[in-house]
């Protein structure tokens, strides 16, 4: 089943918005079993709007339309589409009563100008939009069908999710294109595919791609054209070999963040955690905080940014004077001190040069020190980032997540 | 002058990359007095593409695309434009020995497939890619113009700035769409459109939008389809009326953080900052030490998530156990303590609920705190933001970072 996709709006056009609807759009097609064969994107202009229309029909006779279904007058899709199906708007009370209602629980009075969304081609499937205003459309002509979906992307989603793959699931093939990801941490590009080139040589017929970003390389696995339950099935295994075999580098799926994993690890083990953040100033408390019920595991910690704080954390004076804030001895100082003042089973500490400033010869930007305190007494780990300030700061977040990972994992932390 | 896009690459359409280059080229071309009238997606099929192509030559003469041109099989666009328009590839030994020297330089050993990527349609202008292996390229046929580039965004980007655009601007008509955002915060959009009334009667030709998000209200002025000096002296103007209007709520344009902006009137007044971050978790000290430069005013802070930090710190335990750890006094006393204990001039304290359990009917989620220690002595305020748990963190940064602007250029902070 092929299917092509027009998104419409002038800001669109003029990159004001990233079109993020037409990559969930796609993902949910594919996965559902709908080529999506063309994307076109057109301005807010009726004539220009219904030329691409009418070529996309001619092309597919089914076409997905997101965006120009509100209450403005930049709003067109429903009437260039009507009118090049030759479908009469209709105004239905009941979707007009509805409307009313909702403005009313949100406390809002509602304008003359929102009449417009009671309005619907004959003949024309109404989907329900429990996220917004303006409900999606489904109408068939001679010319074949369209699909309509608002713009906002909350709307759009659940449009898509909840009314039109279900109506669309009949009718597809059961051949689908789905994918899943691996993600894998602290192990560089080239490494990992020494590891994993075993596995690589006999995963057809899935394909595998290799995403480097700043916290690691995700490995997507993909089917491409295949029976649903077979590509599940497939990928299923595929993935479960990778992660048996990149053993601690491999941790959940699309989607999932390194801090989450580690929180379930140290809470199935009662473990707490403290932290003492210099280059990062606050970046992994930010992410270890920013999933739900993470209190239980996670206690705070210091953001020693100026040295003076790296004193007042507990760091002699002379150890910054002798090895300098970016150093073995400062970032072992600096978890032993913030481990023990706050009582926690864990800790880590991250100094390092973020750059662009501040780099020398010996220690170039990039350069970023890590310390671990625990049971098991104090550890430290030097790497080497490439990148701007952003990706080094990133980078080395993620690899703080993943040592204190290793260390909540082994027996003696 | 009008112009069409076309992106090209299977895994756009699929959903697996959002197409971040085509609102570059969006903006870049519009800004430029290019109008872009359409924008088509193709997936790495040459068929598929060949009749995109030509029906896009067909329209408007003038067409640029992204992707297809790296050194895999499934990069065909080169291939695919000089055959439509019957112009043969040439090996360019001059273009082959850039390339080997590029790899070398990169300590990498280049390979035979790279050879296709020294091939050049006969009669093409090669545009240099300082940014990467591909170069760009700008073909005329009988058919019409097609500028090509690679799909990687910072080698897009960088072959538009400094290749495309000045090429294009001899022949562009001097009309321009462009647009200046005025960044607001701590104004809820209902009073900002209320503050701006008067101004925004009088803004026509120019347009104004509102764009509200974590970080406050963005105000977009856009000047549509005007000569250039004119648009620019035009959003000058506005933004400048907009900004004095607005007082303090305003800063800053499209893509300045306010962490910036905060750490610019602290250096010029020799003021530093110390924070202490309860649901926040460490995203305020983060943002501020995402600036280069930051260390001469940020001096670090605590990140004091679980209450025997807070403790630790200093606030009181009978504080902690009457008021609870979301209160005016804690805030208070946390904002003051973490002043003294690090000697800055100016502190800010945060500490809320950010969901999304944890609420109650006095303090539901959303509720935050933030205290504020200064040679003013201490205040606080509380807030209630609305969205998840991610949102009401970012709402709850930026504000203490307004927070702190406003009493850095108070005089007796």
Known sequence: MDLELLTVGTELLLGFTVDTNAAFAGQALAGAGVRVVRRTTVSDDPAL????????????????????LGPTRDDLTKKVVADLLGLELEFQEELWTALVERFARMGRKISDRNRCQAEVPRGAVVLPNRWGTAPGLWISGELGEVIMLPGVPIEMRGLMTHEVLPRLAPRTSARVVRSRTVRTTGIPESTLADRVSDIEATLDPLTLAY?????????RLTAWDMESTAADGLLQAASERLRVQLGDHAYGGEGDDLA???LDECRAR????VVAESCTGGMIGQRITAIPGSSDVFLGGIIAYADRL???LGVPDRIL?????VSEETVKAMAKAVRERHGADLAVSVSGIAGPAGGSPEKPVGTVWFGFAGDFGVAAVRWVFP?????IRARASQFALFGLLRHAKSAGA
Do not use: N, Q
């Open 260 to 262: 989450g994993i580690l």
């Open 387 to 391: 990148g701007t300030r952003d990706e």
């Open 211 to 219: 995403l480097p970003g700043l916290e690691g390389v995700d490995l």
């Open 321 to 325: 004077e002798e090895f300098g804030a």
């Open 310 to 312: 790296k004193s007042a």
């Open 49 to 68: 709007l219904r030329d691409a229309l009418a070529e996309a029909l001619g092309r597919t006779r089914l076409v997905l339309t997101t965006g120009g």
């Open 270 to 273: 009662g473990k707490t955690i």
